[in-house]
């Protein structure tokens, strides 16, 4: 069978791993603009193993030495006593409150005045999730993580199927005694019909749905239960009075005529898609981003452009990525948006990622005197043995220089942190 993992209220978990006083209490781990990676100082940082296609492997060092009830004000109150910051992980206990990933701080407060609260620390949560992965990965013979919570396992000719809920619930066991992390496992024939069942019952919940149970289990759930069910395609489906995951089984001609995104869906509902489990999977884009303060200076937004171009370049290169599409988007203060893709089919250098950004910002900045409170940049379209491309020869010379230096920069960095070399407008905030 596979088998699927999600370990509960994860950022939270992780919080009581180390601090066990914040069990059975309402919590929430909350975030902010990050404004450290833009001050002049230099900045502590490290590079982690990948934890799942979402989440970034480049992070700052925080130190945590003890859990104080009030520290959090220090962050997330300004100057003139506004609370900033949005939730990002809440504990079971805080639900009942009405509060939601997404939920502002300040709201969260007035739902939950002895809420607790807790600055994300996404580099610890890496960094734990990476210790799990290397213990599942002595349990199950083939392990996909998918995110930064959530793996499959295939047991397939590891594990009978007879033995399967035994050998998930002895798991689930022994990983919350080593690593004090609840976590919920589903078990059936396909990943996904595994995840739905692993979503069925939390937390800290077991559920099996052997192959000929499956349209029983799915028939009765909405459809906006499935994943990959979005608000778009939930909609469309209700304007054809299909309301419930079996609906979709009975109405699956009507699907399939929708092409393959139908024909898939229905397939997967049924468990009959099978998506095998993947333990690797090659790397499709790789990205930063961050949200601050409105700012209106162009000339601050351009130098934190360089600041995040750095940042990701050091780690391309440290992937040895070769990128040859360019993305940048940028968020005004009215909640208006742009943003642009380039194909540039050179070789990889931090300087050339510099410029194709500054380039790419001004082409893109249709309002000039609106402030911008987003910044985000991903490269794209690796180039490796199976996915060729020619360069131009006009700049082979000029960027096998840049390759080279890059590569001794590199080195600098990985001894003495990557703020050790940077462009001097990067210290220079008086723009601000």
């Known amino acids: 069978m596979i088998i699927h993992l999600d370990l509960d209220c994860f950022f939270v978990s992780a919080e009581r791993t180390r601090t066990p006083f ?52 220090k962050k997330f109150i ?31 407060l007035i739902m939950c005045p002895q809420l607790l609260i807790i600055p994300s620390d996404h580099l610890f949560y890496q960094l734990l999730s990476t ?10 013979p083939i392990l996909e993580q998918y995110s930064i919570d959530e793996f499959w396992g295939d047991l ?23 690593f004090d992390l609840p976590l919920s496992i589903g078990a059936s024939s396909s990943k996904w019909i595994a995840k739905l069942a692993t979503d069925f019952n939390k937390p800290y919940g077991l559920t099996l749905v052997p192959k000929e149970n499956i349209r029983a289990f799915v028939s009765p759930m909405p459809i906006g239960s499935f994943p990959g069910i979005g608000r778009a395609l939930a909609k469309k489906l209700a304007g054809y009075c299909i309301e419930t995951l079996g609906d979709v089984i009975e109405h699956q001609k009507l699907l399939c005529s929708w092409g393959r995104i139908g024909k898939d869906l229905v397939a997967k509902i049924q468990g009959l898609d099978g998506e095998p489990v993947v333990a690797h999977r090659d790397r499709k884009s790789i990205g930063i981003s961050r949200n601050f303060p409105i700012t209106h ?40 948006k742009a943003h642009i893709s380039k194909t540039i089919e050179r070789g990889f250098s931090e300087h050339l990622f510099k410029e194709i950004a500054l380039q790419a910002f001004t082409e893109i900045d249709a309002h000039p005197y609106y402030g911008i409170t987003h910044l985000s940049i ?43 070399v940077r462009l001097g407008v990067e210290k220079n905030t008086s723009t601000k």
């Open 378 to 420: 991903s490269a794209s379209h690796f180039i490796t043995p199976s996915q060729t491309k020619t360069f131009s020869l006009f700049t082979a010379q000029e960027d096998e220089k840049s390759k080279k230096l890059e590569e001794k920069i590199t080195k600098l960095r990985d001894k003495y942190g990557i703020d050790i």
């Open 297 to 336: 200076e162009r000339n601050e937004i351009k130098r934190r452009i360089i600041i995040l171009t750095r940042h990701l370049s050091h780690t391309i290169t440290k992937l040895s990525l070769c990128p040859s599409t360019y993305y940048l988007k940028i968020r005004y203060d009215n909640g208006a």
């Open 131 to 140: 210790k799990l992965k290397a213990f599942l990965q002595t349990k199950i």
């Open 22 to 73: 914040l069990k059975n209490k309402p919590v929430v781990v909350c975030k902010s603009g990050d404004r450290a990676i833009f001050s002049a100082q230099d900045q502590a940082s490290v590079i982690t193993d990948s934890v799942g296609a979402f989440n970034s492997i480049f992070q700052q060092q925080s130190h945590f030495e003890t859990y104080h009830k009030e520290a959090w004000k």
């Open 156 to 178: 397939r000719g590891w594990v009978k199927e007879e033995d399967t809920y035994d050998f998930i619930a002895a798991l689930q066991k022994e990983v919350l005694e080593r």
């Open 78 to 108: 300004d100057e003139n006593g506004n609370i900033h910051g949005i939730v990002i992980a809440k504990s079971y206990e805080a639900k009942p409150y009405g509060i939601k990933t997404g939920t502002l701080l300040r709201d969260a």
